[in-house]
């Protein structure tokens, strides 16, 4: 259970002159949960008190992970879906395409007047100070130190009411804690209007698992082409499970990768979708071809995003062929054979009749964005 969870989980505490926080007592054997926030004499103790601190207690902490200096990790299971954390920034900045970092630095004056709990706080985040030397004309080092920092650590606000909104950019507490990876266990979102994020786990994420966020947005492609971008924009080398591949499953990785991107485009307009759907020579080799990319996909990591959308893209097609009076009927060349295979294991046997719902359920712990596809496209039918 998730309270036995943290009764087998709490430390030792190095200041046994703490009370108690159930009973209140003094105890030379207090033990903290496993958030580190509180502490406890007994787990009878804990037990007592998990009613009211299980609204406080977190579900990740900060530590020190291997090769990437500090990142959040998960202190308990966290379901697909579940809201990690919400949080505002620290500080907002205008974004700028056309400055080399990406945004207009907050001015010096600005940066003086900043409450000092939240500058402290921003001060202790990632610092590239041997990759980066855009400000280091300025004399003052803390002020050139904090540009530095929000340069590495800011997040886009897609939060954006109307498509002439000004961009927006935030620097986080935690939520620019969180390491990058190419196979992300969670995504962050902002709500139309608003500059507080939500950070939500994208899949199952396990006790002990550090929380990873896609730099990269919707931007995709090919290793090098990956590494080179979170070079030149985040300073540092991504060195995730999906960049160490090697040899053979690097190169399907790759390739993969990119023939997920290239489908999705080809369908990302309402109007190329409709066009696939009134071409009545070619829709059943066009589903064929969607089928086969996304039976493709299920040979590398999971990216439950992208591939909601391409389940509801084959579900158009596949019902449109119906419509036009036809009846898809599975080619039994090798390939096809195959591909029908891989996707009756891992969606199951009537899959065909079932690619909408699957494509929702995909979606349901997704970004708005992806949501907004899935629905987009279903509701061509209609």
């Known amino acids: 259970s998730l309270l036995q969870e943290n009764l087998n989980s709490i430390q030792m505490s190095s200041t046994p002159s703490s009370l108690c926080s159930s009973c209140h007592q003094s105890d030379s054997d207090l033990k903290y949960c496993t958030c580190g926030q509180v502490l406890y004499c007994s787990k009878a ?3 007592v008190d998990w009613v009211r601190h299980k609204q406080s207690c977190p579900m990740v902490v900060v530590r020190v992970v291997e090769g990437k200096g500090k990142g959040l990790v998960a202190i308990r299971n966290i379901s697909a879906g579940t809201v990690i954390f919400t949080e505002d920034p620290l500080i907002i900045v205008s974004k700028k395409d056309e400055q080399g970092v990406g945004f207009e630095v907050p001015g010096y004056e600005e940066f003086k007047k900043m409450d000092p709990v939240k500058k402290q706080e921003l001060m202790e985040l990632y610092d590239p100070k041997d990759k980066m ?6 004399e003052d080092f803390e002020y050139v130190k904090f540009c530095r920092i929000v340069a590495a650590n800011y997040v886009s ?5 109307h498509p002439g909104d000004i961009d927006l950019a ?5 939520l620019s804690r969180i390491n990058h990876s190419c196979c ?5 979102e902002c709500e139309a209007g608003s500059v507080t994020h939500s950070v939500r786990a994208g899949r199952i994420i396990k006790k002990g698992q550090e929380v990873t966020n896609s730099y990269l947005g919707s931007k995709d492609g090919a290793r090098e082409d990956r590494r080179k971008d979170l070079l030149n924009t985040w300073y540092f080398h991504c060195g995730c499970e999906v960049c160490s591949l090697t040899g053979e499953e690097r ?3 790759d390739r993969v990768r990119m023939m997920v991107v290239t489908y999705l485009m080809d369908a990302g307009r309402e109007d190329n979708i409709i066009r696939m759907m009134n071409d009545k020579k070619n829709i ?3 589903l064929r071809s969607y089928l086969k990319v996304l039976a493709e996909s299920y040979r590398i990591e999971e990216d439950r995003g992208k591939r909601a959308v391409m389940l509801s893209i084959c579900h158009v097609l ?8 036809g009846c898809w009927v599975w080619p039994t060349d090798n390939d096809s054979v195959m591909v029908r295979m891989i996707l009756q294991k891992y969606l199951g046997e009537n899959f065909l009749k079932e690619l909408d719902m699957l494509a929702i359920s995909a979606a349901s712990v997704m970004t708005r964005y992806f949501k907004a596809k899935v629905k987009r496209n279903l509701d061509l039918l209609t």
Do not use: M
């Open 170 to 174: 935030g620097v986080y507490k935690q």
């Open 251 to 253: 190169e399907v990785n």
């Open 184 to 188: 992300p266990n969670s995504f962050a």
């Open 45 to 47: 103790c804990q037990q």
């Open 284 to 286: 059943s080799s066009t």
């Open 157 to 161: 606000i897609n939060n954006k009411d």
């Open 133 to 138: 030397n855009n400000f280091e004309c300025h």
């Open 318 to 325: 596949y019902r449109q062929v119906e419509r036009l009076g």
